[in-house]
């Protein structure tokens, strides 16, 4: 397989363009990323690397057709430049592809590290400056949703791509598709030499640092890096995370599928089974989604002190993903035991999958039925929701039992969610038993997190040998807006978990508000894939789920 062309397929070069920017037309740059892992500017391991392939997004960039370059990359291409200054000196980048709203360029080796400009000229006109920052290493992780997320770009030693129908085995060497890891130690636009940076780049695969092989330039491209490593003996999953740390920083975190000899596909007891993956439909993967959770959140503040409310919800989606859409998505969402996922964002927080899917109908509402009577779900668009029952306490004259009249509904029991069905998904009944309650146990005690160091929560109660359990945690800033969000996993059965270090240094400081932390953590319980399934027409997997979670304010250090 070409290596270039896995390059540019992962680094989301197949775009729709808007009509030829107007005459005499400024350009305007919105966002400057790098080109593998999408990191907004300000967030841990947003710099651009020197020698890396970098994206600028915006409007009026350059012509409305697509133009892409060959060796030697040009500094100007289709009256697309691009100039950068920093430290009181200017270099021009070496431009990959132009477009109108996306310019792909390489960030000069021999460029000086720290805070920089950016000014974007097409066709004579010049755009507004725009300050970005540049790291000597930083590295970046291609996907395959090309957005950051999610399932790396991966090849085995044939350059098969690896992903959830055909795994990577414990053992087996593998490449992963990368750029920012080290400078060139030659021209950046001409095709490199191989060469082996004097770097250390670590490996992260589920949280074990792997055997590294080779880390340098990809022979085929410029700014393109391989690293080839070795997958570690005791991890498996679908959703097995993958970081890589480059001179003290560290990329985007996305994952990798691993099986164990003689399974033709990945599993996991919190997402697809292998059977699921062995019979994926060729006309697409269609899936319903059922969540009854009670969250209990602990807001702090100096005015008020602690305010806990208990809200019960249900919520259900349907979905059908398109035939090849279903490698490169995040799946069930779950990391993989072990794992964690963790996901930036640009503007209000939100960790939905990237990779296009379709909704599905299953009529206008879903009836939950439990020991404590009935309750509905409606559809509202794609989502079928609906607060079954809410409690506050510790506001002056608290409303004990539940507010505006509805008590707390998702008591222990055994639950049935039935739907009549609708114009895609037919009549089903999904059951599902609410064990006894699951308790945070040193959530008094953690009231701060120190993002250099691992973090450990505890728990108790629930149902262990059937469930696990996932740690969550927010960070953000507003200015610009942005943060990062993470999600490890592990059985219930161990009583806690560790979030490593390497997991929390991705996400920025916390701020604080008038006294009150805006940071959040999180834990929740639920059972295993296989013990809440359920069949209906028009769908291939059904899955019925609960949780208990837990959420509170406090700051990330």
Not at 44 to 60: H, Y
Not at 138 to 147: E, Q, V
Not at 312 to 322: P, Q, V, Y
Request: glycine share 14%; hydrophobic share 35%; with cysteine.
């Amino acid at each position: 397989m070409n290596h270039f062309k896995i390059a540019l397929a992962s680094a989301g070069l197949l775009l729709a363009h808007a009509a030829s920017a107007p005459m005499l037309a400024a350009p305007s740059i919105g966002r400057i990323v790098n080109n593998a892992s999408y990191t907004p500017d300000g967030l841990p391991g947003s710099g651009i690397g020197l020698g890396s392939i970098f994206a600028v997004f915006g409007s009026e960039l350059g012509p409305g057709q697509l133009t892409q370059s060959d060796y030697p990359l040009p500094t100007t291409l289709a009256g697309t430049s691009l100039r950068i200054s920093v430290g009181g000196a200017e270099v021009s980048a070496f431009i990959i592809y132009t477009s109108a709203t996306q310019v792909a360029a390489i960030l000069p080796s021999n460029a000086s590290p720290g805070r920089a400009l950016a000014r974007l000229t097409y066709n004579g006109q010049t755009s507004e400056p725009f300050a970005f920052e540049i790291v000597r290493n930083g590295p970046g992780l291609f996907t395959l949703n090309s957005a950051g997320s999610g399932p790396a770009v991966l090849t085995d030693a044939n350059f098969s791509v690896i992903t959830l129908t055909n795994p990577a085995r414990p053992g087996q060497t593998v490449i992963a598709w990368a750029t920012g890891i080290s400078p060139a130690n030659g021209p950046d636009n001409e095709r490199p030499a191989v060469f082996d940076p004097p770097i250390t780049v670590e490996v992260f695969v589920g949280g074990q640092l792997a055997n590294v092989r080779f880390r340098g330039r990809a022979p085929c491209c410029a700014g393109l890096d391989q690293i080839v490593f070795d997958i570690p003996a005791n991890v498996s999953g679908c959703s097995v995370s993958l970081a890589v740390r480059a001179g003290g920083n560290t990329s985007n975190f996305s994952s990798i599928a691993v099986a164990p000899q003689g399974q033709t596909t990945c599993s996991d007891p919190n997402g697809f089974s292998s059977s699921d993956l062995n019979n994926v439909p060729a006309g697409g993967f269609r899936m319903g989604v059922i969540t009854l959770q009670r969250s209990t959140a602990k807001i702090t503040a100096p005015v008020v002190g602690t305010v806990e409310s208990q809200t019960d919800i249900g919520a259900a989606t349907f979905t059908r993903f398109e035939p090849g859409f279903l490698v490169r998505s995040r799946g069930l969402g779950d990391a993989s035991f072990g794992s964690c996922a963790v996901y930036s964002f640009q503007g209000e927080a939100s960790t939905a999958d990237p990779v296009p899917i379709t909704f599905l109908d299953a009529g206008a509402q879903l009836t939950i039925t439990g020991p404590g009577g009935s309750r509905t779900m409606t559809r509202q668009q794609e989502v079928y929701s609906g607060q079954l029952g809410m409690g506050i306490t510790g506001l002056p004259g608290g409303i004990p039992g539940g507010g505006a009249g509805q008590p707390l509904f998702l008591n222990a029991g055994d639950y049935s969610v039935a739907g009549a069905g609708g114009r895609d998904v037919g009549a089903f009944t999904a059951r599902i038993r609410i064990p006894q309650r699951f308790n945070w146990t040193n959530q008094d005690a953690t009231t701060r997190v120190q993002r250099s160091q691992d973090l450990t929560l505890t728990w108790e109660g629930g149902d262990p040998p059937n469930e696990y359990v996932t740690v969550s945690g927010s960070s953000s800033r507003s200015n610009p807006r942005g943060g990062v969000t993470f999600y490890c996993t592990g059985p219930a059965s161990a009583g806690r978990l560790v979030v490593p270090s390497v997991v929390l240094s991705a996400l920025p400081p916390s701020e604080n508000i008038q006294g009150t932390p805006t940071g959040t953590l999180l834990i929740y319980n639920a059972p295993t894939s296989l013990n809440g399934r359920f069949s209906a027409p028009g769908i291939d997997l059904g899955v019925i789920t609960y949780g208990t979670s837990f959420v509170k304010n406090l700051p990330y250090e």
